[in-house]
T-cell receptor, first 116, second 105 residues
């Protein structure tokens, strides 16, 4: 079974530029998550999708971050414009639905973003 | 803000010893999960315990849950150098701050 795919693996941009990350979840997984992980901290949920609907985006900085999951499969997370404090690893995860609830998450390798 | 908080923040033990990490959370839960993260394999799910369970085992892992105290603990028995990693508890999609475990060969 193929795992969660993410690209690119690394990205360096200057502040005020824009950047986009792509995620392809495990086939059949209805729930998709984007996390931001700053060095030394736990993953912080940015947005959770169930199929192509948003379940939780309470911690997404909506003035600069956006995400979409067209057709309920792969997803794109965008930052525009980037700030220095956006430097982090962006993790994508997916999970299956069991009895209407999502449980074990499978994580991709992440995209390491450096904003200079 | 994150849901859980792990304690201790860092733990260093000798190979063969047991390691215990604790997690406290803030709101009522349906289940609590533990994950491990190291540079080689990324973030990996270890074990899930449901709110109506008090203890669960998986290999060398033992997890307990006390919903009245809103806390959980992860015990790793007979630790190995390969257990060196950061360990996180998670409730729903919210992760704690993590415990960094170093197992010295």
């Amino acid at each position: 079974e193929a795992g969660v795919a993410q690209s690119p693996r690394y990205k360096i941009i200057e502040k005020r530029q824009s950047v986009a990350f792509w995620c392809n979840p495990i086939s059949g997984h209805a729930t998709l998550y984007w996390y931001q992980q700053i060095l030394g901290q736990g993953p912080k949920l940015l947005i959770q999708f169930q199929n192509n609907g948003v379940v939780d985006d309470s911690q997404l900085p909506k003035d600069r971050f956006s995400a979409e999951r067209l057709k309920g499969v792969d997803s794109t997370l965008k930052i525009q414009p980037a700030k220095l404090e956006d430097s982090a690893v962006y993790l994508c995860a997916s999970s299956a639905l069991t009895s209407g609830r999502a449980y074990e998450q499978y994580f991709g390798p992440g995209t390491r973003l450096t904003v200079t | 803000s994150q849901q859980g908080e792990e304690d201790p923040q860092a733990l260093s033990i000798q190979e063969g010893e047991n390691a215990t990490m604790n997690c406290s959370y803030k709101t009522s839960i349906n289940n609590l999960q533990w994950y491990r993260q190291n540079s080689g394999r990324g973030l990996v799910h270890l074990i899930l315990i449901r709110s109506n369970e008090r203890e669960k085992h998986s290999g060398r892992l033992r997890v307990t849950l006390d919903t009245s105290k809103k806390s959980s603990s992860l015990l790793i028995t007979a630790s190995r150098a390969a257990d060196t990693a950061s360990y996180f508890c998670a409730t729903e999609a919210y992760f704690g701050t993590g415990t960094s475990l170093t197992v010295i060969p």
